[in-house]
């Protein structure tokens, strides 16, 4: 059985520093490496997640792959391609296509946490800006990482 427990995770700040409202927590991929998780992926899923603040944002980016997005805690606004916007709650989710630009936004008052699924063993990740710390725009995520 393969596990993974939220509560455990070590996640790393991400943000822009262009704009103070671009802010997330994350660690991409979940891999048996993860405090917190056992063996996550078998090499044809990627796993990540991520925890927004109310107000905060994840930077308009594309994933290589389709990204299935389920929200476990509070409300996010998804912006997908220009205007294709909808809100996640708790136990909802919504598809992504590939390639095509996205962001996410925490529009409730509590922090927000959601999952996402890619159904391949690599994604790239391609950011607007660089992301801080590590100031990198593009970086792929991998379940052997």
């Known amino acids: 059985m393969k596990t993974v427990d939220l509560s455990r995770l070590e996640l790393g700040d991400a943000w822009y ?59 996010v606004a998804v912006t997908v391609g220009d205007g294709d916007d909808g809100e996640l709650s708790a136990g909802e989710m919504a598809v992504v296509p590939p390639n095509v630009p996205h962001g996410i936004t925490n529009v409730g008052d509590e922090p927000a946490a959601v999952v996402g699924f890619f159904p391949s063993g690599e994604v790239t990740h391609g950011f607007d800006e660089p992301v801080m710390p590590d100031g990198e725009r593009m970086f792929v995520s991998r379940p052997e990482a």
């Open 17 to 75: 520093d262009s704009d103070e409202t671009v802010r997330w927590r994350d660690t991409l991929p979940l891999t048996a490496g993860t405090p917190g998780a056992s063996e996550v992926s078998a090499g044809d899923l990627v796993v990540v997640y991520f925890e927004v603040d109310p107000g905060k944002r994840i930077g308009r980016h594309t994933d290589s792959e389709e990204e299935v997005l389920l929200a476990i805690a509070g409300t």
